[in-house]
């Protein structure tokens, strides 16, 4: 299968659209462990995922990660690109978690058809949001109200207290315990997993990063 | 003047685009104080600043507020009609900060435009990515490094050692002694300005809420 099957709207765009998309589009193997994009003022151009997985994040002074996404086949992303609008001034470090195949689309071509095509435009900005609304998230509930210090100080508790690596309880329980909304539980228990934490199954949780849980929790 | 002297693309639209956004918005007055935006699910419309001065801002559990951004004359605010894209999945709470003169576009209108307007989508694009900016500011500086607190903490002490509130130095002599950059600085204390803690001036810094500045700098 080729870029047209992978991205997400090529049946809305028209043919030339899409086979000019298409035809810039270059599909690169990147490494596990490899960092594509970040460097400032660098725009490596619009990254198609088509097999692997990428890790979106920040990177403080102080050299604390905080991973803002995840992106898996079919995701596509737009702050490897951040030339492509001028309104947007941060960087975003992306690295390969598993060994990866990508297509990479020139921010220009990518930046001239946006702005003749309501379609892409569109869904640039639905994209958009969506980041968006990761970082709001991360920002209410990490960096403010450290929901992850305090999930993995439980988690750490509970397993001490029961013996045992693998926690048989509901989110609801967890969420009563800490005085929050099973939504958060669930979401924050997606987070760790992705960040290779816990396993989450049908009413149990793994710990399958001991240390790194207890040092986050103790963060 | 009317709406479509203000709206910052008006010339970039078609005649009938123009128009029918220019009948669609309403001319409201908001009074120092109040809420416009926030609830959640609530979708209040678009928002394109007459006169005035608004608050952009998010709202802890615990009470704690945090401005995003401030709208001023022509801005244009999407986060009170969040419903125009299915992918944002936050509240941000938008209040008055001063006596403001406000249109509102009907929500549903401004998305049926989008979605056949690339020259609206762009500019949404652009908005979004404006906003996701200072938002990503904000989690760098404030969230995660407390660069607030430590400027604070450095305005509040400065103000003690020479017993005034007009302190004459430059953004570079800040930046110097806090190990940070001129350009930060400068972002701070217009952030700070907005606040209301401090009045930035050529070669001097007025501390005018002395209160709130050290109570910022012990938190």
Not at 55 to 70: F, P, W
Not at 123 to 152: C, H, N, P
Request: aromatic share 10%; net charge neutral; hydrophobic share 40%.
């Amino acid at each position: 299968m080729g870029f047209s099957e992978y991205f997400p709207i090529s049946g809305k765009l028209s043919d030339a659209e899409r086979k000019k998309l298409e035809s810039s589009a270059v599909l690169k193997k990147i490494s596990k462990g490899s960092v594509i994009s970040g460097v400032s003022g660098e725009c490596t151009g619009l990254i198609l995922v088509k097999s692997g997985r990428l890790r979106a994040y920040i990177n403080s002074d102080q050299g604390r990660e905080v991973t803002l996404y995840h992106l898996l086949e079919r995701d596509f992303c737009l702050f490897s690109a951040s030339c492509i609008m001028k309104s947007v001034q941060f960087d975003v470090f992306i690295s390969a978690v598993a060994d990866s195949e990508i297509w990479v689309i020139p921010a220009e071509i990518y930046k001239e058809m946006m702005s003749r095509s309501a379609v892409l435009a569109n869904y640039t900005a639905e994209i958009m949001g969506m980041r968006f609304t990761d970082v709001m998230w991360l920002v209410e509930q990490i960096l403010w109200k450290s929901f992850d210090r305090r999930l993995a100080s439980f988690l750490c508790d509970e397993a001490e207290a029961e013996s045992t690596d693998r926690l048989k309880m509901t989110h609801e329980q967890i969420a009563a315990n800490l005085g929050s909304a099973r939504e958060v539980v669930t979401r924050m228990l997606k987070y760790f997993q992705e960040e290779g934490l816990v396993s989450v199954y049908r009413g149990m949780i793994e710990i399958t990063d001991k240390k790194r849980l207890a040092s986050l929790a103790e963060s």
